[in-house]
């Protein structure tokens, strides 16, 4: 699989000055535009699963209750059309989602249907409400009717072409991406969540106008087990795919330092023409399945400093499964997004204001007192091992290989091996999930 099913061809490219630039005045203000549909929030995966779709109207109610509302557009975007979800997903398994149901869910081969992604009622109506507003909000950034357009509905990385995975089954990000690229040159994606954001990823591991860099919690058992600094990209995308692997414990400020370090760095290199933030709420202390120690107000300082970049925005949800936390970072962040303070006590009049107890406050004290297990001089090493990274992309003749560091040799090593690795296997994956 490659991405060049679905992006045009190599030669479109050429229609792209290298030069273009889309940035927004910094001096003006930047427009919001906010897509939410009123049903999101009434699906259920199932009583004892993390992903509660509630969690949804918890962030809407507080963000209207902040009379966010009145700052920005809100739409109630459109559903996505078969059509539309099979722009990336396969025509099968799309018509597999439409038909099946809690019911008759044994008659249908499995498109990896399992606990972590079970069959529930309205399920593909589910897929299309949140794709359709990921779709609409591309749409919206692209079509200059904003300048930040917000989903916390989409941000779904997982999902596979083929496949549901990691609780995703239409991969929203995906299909907004490919939508952004019919009108933009360089897609940079960044991502947030605790999770490797590997469905993404895989999409455009091969080609050179989408970058993913994606910060996540790496270890040998940890979902979805990918995301190893030596996962670089192939083929054209070669050095267009940056992964940032961490360990519990990470505390506020070595994560938003890296994130600033990493970023800055890529944005001057890459020169990105709009950006797709995944804010996934599971990397916040205190998260069900998360293992971070960050803050309300640090996963906002990402934001903040994406937004500080003025180029145009399109900001996903993603996981998040202390939903009263989820509620309150993605209303921190909406007010980010729109420079509006917002107060810390939150509004009393909020739709289940008992959820926010004991504290009924914007920022609770997330830190689980969990041990750091990354060192001073690994988190040092990553902004390194990216920089030298990131001299590829310059093209410049003066890279010389014989002078790489040590450790980037390593990763180079690494991942020509995984590659090779990937050719000899018979299956259409370029990168595998299992190693
Ligand atoms: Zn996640």
Redesign the pocket.
């Known amino acids: 699989m490659n991405s060049s099913t679905f992006l045009p061809g190599n030669n479109d490219k050429t229609i792209w000055s290298q030069s273009a630039t889309f940035h927004i005045q910094p001096h003006s203000k930047q427009k919001v535009a906010y897509f939410h549909h009123k049903d999101v929030g009434n699906f259920h995966f199932g009583v004892q699963h993390p992903m509660k779709p509630h969690r949804l109207t918890l962030t809407n109610n507080l963000v209207m209750s902040y009379g966010l509302h009145e700052k920005m557009t809100v739409y109630c975007p459109p559903k996505a059309t078969d059509d539309e979800l099979m722009e990336f997903h396969e025509t099968d398994y799309i018509n597999f989602l439409k038909k099946v149901t809690p019911e008759n869910s044994e008659e249908f081969p499995k498109f990896n249907i399992n606990e972590d992604c079970p069959i529930f009622e309205g399920l593909y109506n589910f897929c299309q409400i949140y794709a359709g507003a990921s779709i609409a909000a591309a749409h919206q950034l692209a079509s200059d009717g904003a300048d930040i357009c917000i989903n916390w509905s989409g941000g779904l990385h997982h999902a596979r072409r083929f496949e549901a995975s990691?609780f995703c089954f239409v991969n929203d990000v995906v299909l907004a991406i490919q939508h952004l690229l019919r009108f933009y040159p360089r897609v940079l994606y960044i991502d947030i969540?605790?999770?490797h954001g590997d469905g993404v990823q895989e999409a455009f591991y091969a080609t050179d106008r989408v970058m993913t860099v994606s910060f996540h919690k790496y270890n040998a058992s940890f979902f979805p087990r990918t995301g190893n600094m030596s996962e670089i990209g192939c083929g054209l995308g070669k050095f267009f795919c940056l992964n940032v692997p961490l360990k519990d414990g990470i505390d506020d400020d070595s994560y938003v330092s890296l994130f600033k370090d990493v970023i800055s760095d890529v944005r001057d290199h890459y020169q990105p023409s709009v950006i797709v933030l995944q804010c996934?709420a599971?990397s916040l202390g205190k998260d069900i399945?998360g293992g971070f120690n960050m803050s309300i107000k640090a996963h906002g300082e990402c934001v903040k400093f994406i937004k500080s970049c003025h180029i145009p925005l399109l900001v996903l949800g993603?996981?998040g499964y202390r939903i009263p936390n989820v509620a309150r970072c993605w209303t921190y962040e909406t007010g980010i997004l729109l420079d509006a303070e917002l107060q810390s006590e939150l509004p009393e009049r909020t739709p289940y204001y008992n959820y926010f107890g004991p504290d009924f406050s914007l920022h609770p004290p997330l830190v689980r007192r969990m041990y750091n297990f990354n060192t001073k001089s690994e988190l040092q090493k990553i902004p390194q091992q990216v920089h030298e990274l990131l001299r590829f992309l310059d093209g410049a003749p003066s890279v010389q290989m014989q002078e790489l560091p040590g450790d980037l040799q390593f990763i180079l090593d690494e991942s020509d091996k995984e590659l090779r690795d990937s050719r000899k296997d018979q299956t259409i994956d370029i990168r595998r999930r299992k190693r």
Do not use: F, K, P, T
């Open positions: 990691g969540d605790i999770h996934g599971d399945l993603g996981g």
